[in-house]
């Protein structure tokens, strides 16, 4: 329960936090020094002493995860009486969260004062009126969203990203630079259209952090690999993992757009994970061959232990044991380090028998076989029937078109019922026929969106390159290069005379060997 308010001797003046915020709409961007002068004349004819300044610039009033939430526990630890803002809806423009943390100042026994707005919520129609005021800056909150999320949409069918920020490899071309307002652009008329075309030197650098992740080498190292160029995000901060991976997964490079899925029925798309990718009118940097290896590889390193990713043994990525399916852990035998690959179940928390195998052994093993696979796949005709990139991307073209093609039947559908051309009811048959039809194409597409596994020919240069190149590759290609290939080895110790693997293949095959 928050502490009780301490009386306020009479002439003492009542202690106040001053809460500043500067809204992230150009319309309504009031500086600082605009509202900082009418709180603090306001405090001085009203008997208040300003004991504390809070700020919140460029922030939303959307949401409550702003610095308000210090000035709401001030009050409830008792530190001020009151928060007074230049008008109330600096507190905040979100219904429900007005209400839950205006609720809390009330509880703590303080108020909500707004110093260029003459009410006084001691009365009934006071507060009837701050309620009203409030109501009056959600409304326009959710008409400024309606017309950003029009904006959005329509960024989005021009093949735009929903927001005209910088992008990394990227210049933006068809904007030029506000004068007034740093981080915003304006229409560039002489520049033609809005759009964004690779950028001739940070462009290929984009392409090269893709397929360096594709070739093995880590988030933590492609970020000290930017830093050490002297190259910088497009907010000018340092790179980081975090940083390097949210980019890369975007997909901007790739030629795609990042969006929130339009089949996702939330009404709150920029706090939701159900994202989809489609494509943009930018030109990509890489192939798509290498997005999708991009994205297998995001997807197996995912899965993987963090120990095991920055392994340099060759199977970490792939071993496991195959009676509990734990990782196999190399381990020393004697003075010689990483001998034998170990159950970790075993290892570590005993839920396996100590099942090992000699690590020379299985490597061994893993080329030997290989080499054989790569041999008969190449001594095999083409399987006539197999899809390729070719077929695959006039597919996706088609299923893009389809949901396109209902969307446009619905706009037009729902036009002629508002004229009334036709009736509701036929309105309402056509409607779920579109509907249906568009959920088929859309679930389609979605199950096109993931990562295109190669075909059966297409791995024999990769096995090649394996085999011949072993003792050659880095250490972490190497281990990649060997997980796209066998994504599952699988050790078996029935006892010390039995034992075998078996090898699983990312074409669907599988083989068992002795050890």
Request: hydrophobic share 40%; glycine share 6%; aromatic share 6%.
């Amino acid at each position: 329960m928050p502490p009780q308010q301490r009386t306020i001797a009479s002439g003492e003046l009542i202690p106040a936090i001053g809460y500043i915020r500067v809204s992230m709409l150009m319309e309504e961007q009031i500086s600082p020094e605009i509202q900082r002068a009418a709180i603090t004349d306001w405090a001085r004819r009203n008997g208040r002493r300003i004991v504390r300044w809070i700020e919140d610039l460029d922030a939303t009033g959307r949401n409550f995860r702003r610095k308000i939430m210090k000035a709401i526990e001030g009050i409830e630890s008792g530190d001020a009486r009151e928060i007074i803002v230049w008008k109330f809806n600096r507190f905040g423009r979100n219904r429900t969260g007005n209400a839950v943390n205006l609720g809390r100042v009330n509880l703590a026994g303080g108020e909500l004062q707004s110093a260029t707005e003459d009410v006084d919520a001691r009365t009934a129609v006071g507060r009837l009126t701050r309620g009203m005021l409030m109501e009056i800056a959600s409304f326009e909150s959710d008409r400024i969203g309606e017309q950003w999320a029009e904006t959005h949409a329509y960024r989005v069918a021009s093949g735009l990203p929903a927001n005209g920020r910088p992008r990394f490899g990227y210049v933006l071309r068809g904007r030029q630079p506000d004068p007034l307002h740093a981080h915003r652009t304006l229409r560039a008329p002489d520049d033609g259209p809005e759009r964004y075309e690779p950028d001739p030197i940070t462009g290929p650098v984009l392409a090269d952090l893709y397929r360096r992740y594709i070739a093995g080498t880590g988030g933590q190292k492609l970020a000290a690999y930017l830093n050490q160029t002297g190259l910088r995000t497009t907010r000018g901060n340092h790179w980081s993992d975090v940083a390097i991976r949210g980019m890369l997964d975007r997909g901007f490079g790739a030629g795609l757009l990042r969006i929130h899925d339009p089949n996702c029925e939330c009404n709150q798309p920029a706090n939701c994970s159900n994202m989809t990718l489609i494509k943009g009118a930018h030109q990509p940097v890489i192939s798509e061959e290498e997005w999708q290896a991009y994205r297998r590889r995001r997807l197996r390193v995912a899965a993987t232990p963090p120990r095991a990713r920055a392994s340099i043994y060759p199977l970490a990525a792939s071993l496991r044991c195959g009676h509990c399916g734990s990782r196999m852990t190399p381990c020393a035998e004697g003075p010689e380090p990483a001998v034998r690959y170990l159950c970790s179940g075993y290892l570590r928390k005993r839920t396996c028998l100590a099942r090992s195998a000699r690590r020379s052994a299985i490597e061994a093993i893993v080329v030997r076989e290989l080499a054989q696979w790569a041999d008969d796949i190449a001594a095999e005709a083409p399987v006539a029937n197999e899809p390729s990139q070719a077929t695959i991307q006039p597919e996706r073209a088609k299923l893009e078109a389809e949901v396109a093609a209902a969307d446009a039947a619905m706009d037009a559908l729902t036009l002629k019922m508002a004229k009334g051309i036709i009736p509701e009811d036929s309105y309402i048959r056509a409607r779920d026929v579109l509907l249906t039809e568009r959920a088929v194409a859309a679930a389609a597409l979605e199950e096109d969106d993931r990562p295109a596994p190669l075909q059966r020919h297409e791995y024999v240069p990769v096995i090649r390159t394996v085999v011949e190149e072993w003792l050659t590759l880095r250490p972490e290609a190497r281990r990649e290069m060997v997980a796209d290939l066998l994504p599952e080895i699988l050790i078996f110790r029935e006892s010390r005379r039995s034992a075998w693997v078996t090898l699983r293949a990312a074409w669907g095959e599988e083989r068992t060997f002795p050890i």
